[in-house]
T-cell receptor, first 119, second 112 residues
Framework: AQKVTQAQTEISVVEKEDVTLDCVYE???????LFWYKQPPSGELVFLIR????DEQNEISGRYSWNFQKSTSSFNFTITASQVVDSAVYFC????????????????WGLGTSLAVNP | DTGVSQNPRHKITKRGQNVTFRCDPI?????LYWYRQTLGQGPEFLTY????????KSRLLSDRFSAERPKGSFSTLEIQRTEQGDSAMYLC??????????FGQGTRLTVV
C-alpha cells in the first residue's frame, strides 16, 4: 500500500536558519508523483512542487530546494534562510492511481510537519 | 480570482441536521476532488469526479454522505444526520489531467 511518512511532527527554528523537512514514501507503482504543499494558519493548501518519479534532478526555487532520492524513497524539502512567513504546516504527498480511472490519481498525504520560525 | 472557491467557509450545525457544501473549481479543470482533514492530520481522500462522473468513493464516505457534480462544473457535498465525528475541514481541489491539484480554502464544519 502507498504510504507517506513525515517523521518530524514539529520543528522550531530561529529566523535565517536553514531547515530541512523529511519525507519518506512507499509505493509499488513504477510511475508516481510526489508533492509538497504548504498550509498556513488560514487553512488553504498551497501547492509548492510536483516531482515525477522518473525525474530525480534536484530543484531549487528561490529559498526552497527539494532533494529526491529514489534509492532511499525520500523527497526532502529545505528552506534556506528561513523567515517568519514560512511558519506553516508542510505536507508531503504521493499520487496513487485511482481505480477505474485510467491514469488519474488521488493524493496520499503524510501527517505534516509544523514549522515555527521565530524572530 | 479564478482559484477554487468553497462555500460556506464555516458551518456550525446541531447533531442530526443535514448540511450541504459547495465547491466551484477552476473553470478549465475537469477533475474535482473532495478531501476531509481533521486537526493534526493530513487530508483524507473522500471522492473524485471526472467531469460529471463520480469515479471513486472512499470507504470514509458513509451512506450519510453524498456528492454530486451535475453539470461537470461545481460540486456539492451533502452530509445527512450529522454526527459530532463529522466535525472537520472539508477541502475541495481541482486539476487538469496529469497536473497538480489546486485547493480551495475549505469549509470548516462543527457539529454541536
Amino acid at each position: 500500500a502507498q504510504k507517506v511518512t513525515q517523521a518530524q511532527t514539529e520543528i522550531s527554528v530561529v529566523e535565517k536558519e536553514d531547515v530541512t523537512l523529511d519525507c519518506v514514501y512507499e509505493t509499488r507503482d513504477t510511475t508516481y508523483y510526489l508533492f509538497w504543499y504548504k498550509q498556513p494558519p488560514s487553512g488553504e493548501l498551497v501547492f509548492l512542487i510536483r516531482r515525477n518519479s522518473f525525474d530525480e534532478q534536484n530543484e531549487i526555487s528561490g529559498r526552497y530546494s527539494w532533494n529526491f532520492q529514489k534509492s532511499t524513497s525520500s523527497f526532502n524539502f529545505t528552506i534556506t534562510a528561513s523567515q517568519v512567513v514560512d511558519s506553516a504546516v508542510y505536507f508531503c504527498a504521493l499520487s496513487e492511481a485511482l481505480k477505474n480511472a485510467g491514469n488519474n490519481r488521488k493524493l496520499i498525504w503524510g501527517l505534516g510537519t509544523s514549522l515555527a520560525v521565530n524572530p | 480570482d479564478t482559484g477554487v472557491s468553497q462555500n460556506p467557509r464555516h458551518k456550525i450545525t446541531k447533531r442530526g441536521q443535514n448540511v450541504t457544501f459547495r465547491c466551484d473549481p477552476i473553470s478549465e479543470h475537469n477533475r474535482l476532488y473532495w478531501y476531509r482533514q481533521t486537526l493534526g492530520q493530513g487530508p483524507e481522500f473522500l471522492t473524485y469526479f471526472q467531469n460529471e462522473a463520480q469515479l471513486e468513493k472512499s470507504r470514509l464516505l458513509s451512506d450519510r454522505f453524498s456528492a454530486e457534480r451535475p453539470k461537470g462544473s461545481f460540486s456539492t457535498l451533502e452530509i445527512q444526520r450529522t454526527e459530532q465525528g463529522d466535525s472537520a475541514m472539508y477541502l475541495c481541489a481541482s486539476s487538469q489531467q496529469g497536473a497538480e491539484a489546486f485547493f480551495g480554502q475549505g469549509t470548516r464544519l462543527t457539529v454541536v
